[in-house]
């Protein structure tokens, strides 16, 4: 369902949204950016466990929006799509108008905001064989330029005989300082009713097709603290969804998300915190239009 989809993709948590996107099976990834930047990555099979497992928990999701959103979205008849972004947050508005174009080979995504500031991202296929070309830039910004080039090998993915378990890696090397940015690693395992991601540890269990529990336990290393959430997911119908998150630094949110009709989400935020006891409430709301 689209709700389903659209909260996948929204549910990823700051500090591992950009790991968790850009896993793909088989996938040798060479990253490059205009400011010495550099990082190798190698990823083996599909992260299935631990998309699940954000699209259930919600730690820090964008459909957890505690101000006034509304987009509008059209498709030309030419399959172009044209999509209107408005945001009040506090007393300040703030709106962008973004267009996408999918050509055989090549996608183009352009957005102009409120301020003049043009971002472009075009990604070629096929470029060459097995490959992919990704650049993006922002105008006037001329230090954001960023290549990205992926290779995809038949050979470099390993294969298991059963589908429950699922590797992945990261590695980030800044050629500047001559120093590792980032690593990751973990190990998943998934079942029909049950997804388990080890990051430190992560549990999601499906207790009925409308119902799904999930848990988080991470460690920072460089911090020396841990972190600790637990959520929960419930369809009321197959055109709502309810899911709720509790974390342990005090804070409890919910959201209601309902398709009211074909392709349009209107969304009910809220979050309260149990140390800001002289704070209200933070609440949102999120209209989102596709005729």
Known sequence: RLIQSSTQRSCLSSDLE???DSLRPSVFQFQHRFNS???????????????????????NPKDYIFDQRFTLTMLSATGTEWV???????????????TLFKGQNTIVDLKIDGHSSVSTKV?????????????????????????DVQYVHPHATLHYRSQTICLGGEVGFDTASSLLTKYNAGIGFNKPDFSAALMLATYVHKVNPTTSVGAELIRHFSSHDNSFTIGSSYSLDPFTTVKARLSNNGKAGMVVQSEWRPKSLVTLSDEYDSKAVTCSPELGLVLALKP
């Not at 209107?84 to 973004?98: H, Q, V």
């Not at 070309?133 to 290549?147: A, C």
């Open 18 to 20: 950009a790991f968790v």
């Open 123 to 147: 990604t070629i296929k096929n470029l060459m064989p097995s490959a992919k070309v990704v650049i993006s830039f922002k105008i006037p910004d001329h230090k954001s330029g960023k290549l």
């Open 84 to 98: 209107a972004t408005g945001l009040k947050k506090d007393d300040f508005f703030f709106g962008d108008i973004s």
């Open 37 to 59: 930047f550099a990082s190798l990555l190698f990823y083996i099979r599909r992260w299935e466990a631990v998309q699940l497992h954000f699209q259930i928990l919600a730690t």
